[in-house]
């Protein structure tokens, strides 16, 4: 199986899944998750993997104060690779995400 920087795709559904247990688990209402902190989750390399993006995603529920997990809220190394750009201006939206991974598809 590829590495999650070989599949930056897959950050979007996996954040998406974390997300709703987590602000369960942490009793926090559903926040978004802003466009700035989607694109250095898309932006950050995962070395880490799957593990350390759910650890990333889980410390941005427990640190947003606001309706938002802003890119603050991220870990330190995923706010650092926020100053890299996204390869050929790719950004969240390509990614179909435009506020909020937690929120579900309206049919």
């Not at 209402?29 to 350390?52: F, H, K, S």
Request: charged share 25%; proline share 10%.
């Amino acid at each position: 199986m590829p590495s999650l920087r070989e599949r930056k795709e897959d950050i979007p559904i996996l954040v998406r899944g974390f997300l709703r247990p987590l602000l369960q688990a942490n009793d926090k209402p559903l926040l978004e998750l802003a466009p700035d902190a989607m694109d250095a989750l898309l932006i950050y390399n995962w070395p880490g993997n799957v593990r350390e993006l759910r650890t990333a995603i889980e410390h941005g529920v427990v640190m947003a104060t606001g309706p938002k997990i802003t890119l603050r809220d991220l870990p330190m190394a995923v706010r650092q690779a926020a100053t890299a750009k996204l390869p050929g201006g790719v950004s969240a939206q390509a990614f179909g995400e435009k506020t909020s991974p937690a929120r579900p598809a309206r049919d």
